[in-house]
């Protein structure tokens, strides 16, 4: 795809350099998520403990911080990641190389490689860095879906716009953020990513913190 296409998804994962991802967790997790997007990163911590299995696929992996302080359910859990950017599954990998996970690169918008099937899939905050329309981007859980064994669990937590409750240094960083193209979440509210799930999934369950919904649903 070309870099001006709106629906290219260059822009959303090109930030993260190794660099980058070396002050993501203090800046991400500790400032921006309890200062700006008023979403205790306790609670991001919560939804993969009360969601995670052994058999887990995680999508879009950043540093990996949540996968290494996740309770997992077994010593040794089969671990995926699966990322676009070589960085942040480098880095992530790294994290976690006690539990020996295997690394995907590739791209969340286009159908998924033969991987899986798995239990849990972990999709926190990508959803916000991926371009075009929630009707658009969301289908992602079609691909994602295709690897979930029956009854599996999906959760993750997503940047919003719309309705939600932003602080005036919220708005201006995510304001900056979408022009930069290192969010696309602009047309993003909780109605559409409520009809999303619900079309998909069952159990549905969102909570907000702040401007961040938090999901979590199950394959029938
Ligand atoms: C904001 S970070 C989230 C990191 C971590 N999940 C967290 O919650 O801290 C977004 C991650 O999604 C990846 N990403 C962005 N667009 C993607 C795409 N189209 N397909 C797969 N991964 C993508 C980025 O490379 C990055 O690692």
Same mark, same amino acid.
């Given at each position: 795809?070309?870099?001006? !296409? $709106?629906? *290219?998804?260059? @822009? ?12 993501? %967790? ?19 911590? &919560?939804?993969?403990?009360? +969601?995670?299995?052994? +058999?887990?696929? !995680? ?9 290494? /302080?996740?309770?997992? $359910?077994? *010593? ?6 699966? %990322?676009? +950017?070589?960085?942040?599954?480098? &880095?992530?990998?790294?994290? #976690? ?9 590739? %791209?969340?918008? @286009? ?11 972990? #999709?926190?905050?990508?959803? /916000?860095?991926? $371009? ?9 859980? %079609? /691909? ?7 009854? &599996? ?15 005036? $240094?919220?708005?201006?960083?995510? =304001? ?12 993003? =509210? ?15 369950? #969102? ?14």
């Amino acid at each position: 795809m070309a870099e001006s !296409d $709106p629906l *290219s998804t260059r @822009q959303g994962q090109a930030i993260y350099s190794p660099l980058v991802l070396k002050t993501y %967790d203090l800046w991400v997790l500790g400032v921006s998520n309890h200062l700006l997007w008023r979403c205790p990163t306790a609670k991001l911590r &919560a939804l993969y403990n009360r +969601n995670i299995s052994a +058999n887990h696929l !995680d999508i879009g992996v950043g540093t990996g911080y949540f996968l290494k /302080h996740a309770n997992w $359910p077994d *010593s040794e859990p089969n671990i995926t990641l699966f %990322d676009l +950017n070589a960085n942040s599954l480098q &880095a992530a990998a790294q994290r #976690i190389a006690r539990l020996n996970p295997t690394t995907v690169q590739g %791209d969340v918008l @286009q159908p998924l490689p033969e991987i899986g099937p798995f239990q849990s899939v972990g #999709i926190c905050y990508l959803l /916000h860095c991926l $371009p075009g329309t929630m009707a658009q981007k969301t289908q992602l859980f %079609d /691909h994602i879906s295709e690897v979930m064994a029956p009854g &599996a669990r999906i959760f993750g937590a997503t940047i919003l716009q719309g309705d939600a409750p932003r602080n005036w $240094p919220a708005q201006k960083l995510m =304001d900056l953020y979408n022009r930069r193209g290192i969010f696309s979440n602009t047309h993003d =509210d909780q109605t559409a990513l409520e009809a999303a799930l619900h079309s998909r999934f069952v159990s549905v369950r #969102i909570e907000t913190s702040g401007c961040v919904a938090l999901f979590e649903a199950a394959k029938s």
